[in-house]
């Protein structure tokens, strides 16, 4: 599995939304061990400022097509909506350091954690979150 993270400083989780972030953390995870990380370049967004345009979140989609989880501290209404509808997760968390946030993730921490269900629509717990 691959975890997609956005950040702006590599350390990080960017507090704004996802697709806006100046680069994302691409972490593959294996039998619950972090086995890979790989940092890539959000191209679409300019140095300075992120600048939401049409069609921002299928590049940032095509950009990480290979992630099946994103993981931020925020995500557009919109942009969560396209995304979820791709078939990938998307978890928010109220923890910045990225280490911390995947460590916890792997260790099973519901706390600081809501999974967005695409049924209802909405984020939630991962306590509430229901398996297909």
Known sequence: MKVAIGTDDKRTIRKSH???????LVIEILNA????KE????TYVE???AK?????????INLLKDCSLFMARSFGRRSVL???????DCIT?????????ISSYLDGQVKGFEYFDRDAKAFMPCTQRAFK
């Open 52 to 60: 939401e345009d049409q069609g921002q979140t299928e590049r940032v």
């Open 18 to 24: 996802f697709y806006g972030s100046r680069y994302f």
């Open 33 to 36: 061990q972090v086995v890979a």
């Open 82 to 88: 396209e995304i979820s509808s791709c078939g990938i």
């Open 39 to 42: 940092l890539r370049n959000n």
């Open 93 to 101: 968390t109220d923890i910045e350091n990225i280490n911390q946030a």
């Open 47 to 49: 140095a300075e400022k």
